[in-house]
């Protein structure tokens, strides 16, 4: 039970982590998430709890934030899909749209301040995604003694180097 645990929070952890927040940090390559560097993922983490010696109320502590993460960015999935498609009305994209298996006629002209609105909410939506997935990942990296984190730190960074390798091998 506990595998089966383990594996699925695995696997919702990393649909969360993959769409974390974007901070003006500077990043270490072009292209890399600055995060990385300051943050571990759930599933890092839960993988390297044994190297990491992770205590059980640690365990705890980052389950349930993940769990709590999850309900919450269900939530605000449900509610970006339903602004993005009011949105989608408000710009009428294309000469014909289909929404909810409606055929609906653009407009000839856009209601400006209507779109503008619409997009201010789409924006709040993902402002709030983004903040939730950057709470997630501050709550783990606060639940982790400092050795923890240069474990990991030391266990990522062993990672990247293999992943790198083949790349170098083939230039």
Known sequence: MKRLLTSLL???????????????????????DPLTRLFFPPELVLQQAQAIALQPGQRTTIINAVKAA?????DLQVQMSDRSQELMKLLGAGPLI?????????????????????????????????RR????????????????????????????????????ELR
């Open 70 to 74: 999850q309900g919450d960015l269900l």
């Open 10 to 32: 695995l696997s919702a952890a990393s649909s969360i982590v993959s769409a974390s927040a974007q901070v003006p940090i500077p990043a270490g390559r072009p292209g890399e």
């Open 98 to 130: 289909v929404v909810d298996g409606k055929t609906i006629n653009p407009p000839e002209r856009l209601d400006e301040a209507a779109v503008l609105a619409q997009v201010d909410r789409v924006l709040a939506v993902e402002r709030d995604v983004k």
């Open 133 to 168: 997935q950057l709470q997630l990942l501050i709550r783990i990296r606060n639940a982790l003694t400092r050795e923890q984190q240069e474990q990991l730190t030391r266990v990522r960074q062993a990672q990247e180097l293999q992943k790198r390798q083949p790349d170098q």
